[in-house]
């Protein structure tokens, strides 16, 4: 079973400029989640889509950031204009979903993130 | 105060021997408690989740107290390749979003 994918795996900008990352969730998983992960801390959520709708976003910096998952399987994360302080690796992960029922159902699969620097 | 807390270690103990983590967390409403590995540079994985009853794994314990908002993980003979770092994850309610520790830094030496 193919993992979660994410591209670009490491990206370089300069404060200001603007990012997008990319997200293919496992096949048949209705949850998505996108996570940022600062150096030294645990992965902190940033936003939950449920096939396409979102279930919540309450700690996205929504004046820079945004997400978005049209078709209920791909996603994308943008941040324009980035700080300094984005710098971090942003994880996206996936699960079967809410309705599956039963803890193992729910369990989070983690792709390999994308390590981004702001310079 | 964090929601999820955990000791940053770093532990640094020799193959063979048994290590023990904690964590304690903020809402009694919390629902469902895991611990999580994330080796260097890499993604996390779910190592196991943590029941009210204690539950095992091969070389791995969990423990729960919810009197205490309390959970532990005890690794028994430890291998080179559990060096990691062990993140505290605790699921608030039914949506599944997940509140993770900062992690507690592992070292097993030869």
């Known amino acids: ?51 396409n709708g979102v279930v919540d976003d309450s700690q996205l910096p929504k004046d820079r950031f945004s997400a978005e998952r049209l ?36 369990e989070q699969f983690f792709g390999p993130g994308t390590r981004l620097t702001v310079l | 105060r964090k929601e999820v807390e955990q000791d940053p270690g770093p532990f640094n103990v020799p193959e063979g021997a048994t290590v ?10 919390s629902q469902s408690f895991f611990w999580y590995r994330q080796d260097c540079r890499k993604e996390p994985k779910l190592l196991m989740s943590v029941y009210s009853s204690g539950n095992e794994d091969g070389r791995f314990t969990a423990q729960l107290n919810r009197a205490s908002q309390y959970i532990s993980l005890l690794i028994r003979d430890s291998k080179l ?30």
């Open chain 1, 1 to 51: 079973e193919a993992g979660v994918a994410q591209s670009p795996r490491y990206k370089i900008i300069e404060k200001r400029q603007s990012v997008a990352f990319w997200c293919n969730p496992i096949s048949g998983h209705a949850t998505l989640y996108w996570y940022q992960q600062i150096l030294g801390q645990g992965p902190k959520l940033l936003i939950q889509f449920q096939n």
């Open chain 2, 20 to 29: 023990a983590f904690n964590c304690t967390y903020s809402n009694s409403a």
């Open chain 2, 81 to 110: 390749s559990d060096s990691a770092t062990y993140l505290c994850v605790v699921n608030l309610d039914s949506s599944y979003k997940l509140i993770f520790g900062s992690g507690t830094r592992l070292l097993v030496r030869p």
């Open chain 1, 71 to 106: 078709k209920g399987v791909d996603s994308t994360l943008k941040i324009q204009p980035a700080k300094l302080e984005d710098s971090a690796v942003y994880l996206c992960a996936s699960s079967y979903g809410l309705r599956a029922g039963g803890r193992r159902y729910n």
